[in-house]
């Protein structure tokens, strides 16, 4: 979301100018997968991103989670870098032994009700976008935005392209339990945010996992 109104133009000009641990953190974890799930807009800028994203990386694919920190200074939206200028070293390398990548954004109330499915890779599209509508979810594959389909999104740098899923705020929402938030600092960083929230979140995982391969 957002794409041309970003206040820092790349990873670098943001890192030259706030603090990793205060205003942002990044979590990665290189499994040797051939498979890289990525939340670049995750914590508080896109809510519910990183916690799925950790979710469907599950144990054994690699995890790159971007996150935002802050509420008010910056805003949460001043830390979104666009994913066609989203770059960093760890991401690269991911990406470099990687066959796919998914990435998962919060498009907030756009799309209501929605799940936009992009990226480049086609038969992860068709496959996630059947076992999506099996489990009850509306899904547009030729969404009006966010269509992932620039060779300089970073999803589509692995030889067979990339996935990348918008979904609602009210999609989103309905992946967590009623009590859990869609954000909590403390959870994501220990064990407990690997753990699907509700078993809708569960099966969503494992539908976005069947489709890339894993
Ligand atoms: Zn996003």
Known sequence: MYSNQDRYKDLSELRARLRSGKHFRIRTLDRKSKITVVSPHG?????????????????????????????????????????????????????????????????????????????????????????????????????PKYRGRSPNNFVNFPPQKGLQLELSDDVMRSLFAPHDRLFDRRLEQGQQGSQASNILMSKFAHAVRLAVGA
């Open 43 to 143: 914590g508080r800028i896109e809510p519910g991103s990183s916690r799925l994203a950790r979710v469907i990386a599950g144990d054994d694919l690699n995890f790159f989670d971007f996150q935002g920190l802050t509420r008010f200074f910056p805003r949460p939206v001043d830390l979104h870098v666009t994913s066609t200028r989203f770059r960093d070293e760890i991401l690269d390398r991911l990406l470099a032994q990687s066959l796919t990548a998914v990435s998962i954004h919060g498009m907030g109330t756009e799309g209501k009700g929605q799940i936009w499915i992009g990226g480049l890779n086609q038969e992860a599209k068709s496959l996630v976008a059947a076992s999506l509508v099996g489990l009850g979810f509306a899904v547009d594959c030729d969404s």
